[in-house]
């Protein structure tokens, strides 16, 4: 490391300090958070492999959904492990290269995830108030370009972040970063220079993907709901409902983790520092937990096609 000014150095690896004031508690915390992380690897693949080999669920919500698998493995797997590794070993020493991939793939495909959710609401859109063109609007080619433009969005929004951090704040007046993880503000904060124009894009983005995404789906249910309204019995009300319940839930487990923290995180000073850190971990670890469990749960296809599957696995044993 080259130090400059007595205070200021230009770091060749950051320290994680996994959960800050909880240190002791290290071993046993790796127990939820190891089984956490197994529950939603395992969740998500078993998503993708029963998509993958049911012909029936070969539609644009399931394909979606398969998405959704895809970004949450990506999540979890992009913290947990070396969280895990923290936990166990000790191992918090993390190169500058490696801290600015992690803070890239974290942030990336939290937006991806967002953007899933709104092609999703599109969907459901068109499924409910434009039915006889569902077919002809959402068609595979259509989905993938929709998938895309998400990553898209995701590297475009996110790509910045990092670079901006190599470029304009080389130096740093310490070392240990007081989180699991390398989330942005965490290793902005640490930076001697001035990071106002880091921090500015940093919000801006925040609201260009929780603000703006969630209005547009939200607008997107209150024509839901109107369409559904119109329906001539509470029956058949209730029944077009149903399929969009497991995309609420979904959309809720997703947004109010990273509301709830980032309100904590902004005006919750008095909040200890141990609470900040387990949020910002739950807010990466619940909706790839929640959401196989929500599908499996609510949808009959899939739930129908665990159930074969594993009673097709008992009979072989």
Partial sequence: MLTFQNSCSVPSSFQLAGIPGLESLHLWLSIPFGSMYLVAVVGNITILAVVKVENSLHQPMYFFLCMLAGVDLVLSTSTMPKLLGIFWFGAGDIGLDACLAQMFLIHCFATVESGIFLAMALDRYVAICNPLHHTTVLTHAMVGRLGLAALFRGVLYIGPLPLMIRLRLPLYKARV?????CEHMAVVTLACGDSRVNNVYGLSIGFLVLILDSMAIAVSYVMIFRAVMGLATPEARLKTLGTCGSHICAILIFYVPIVVSSLIHRFGHQVPPPIHTLLANFYLLIPPILNPIVYAVR???????????????TKFK
């Fill in 177 to 181: 970063i007081s989180h699991s993880y």
């Fill in 299 to 313: 949808t009959k296809q899939i739930r129908e096609r665990l159930l074969q599957m594993l009673k097709t696995e």
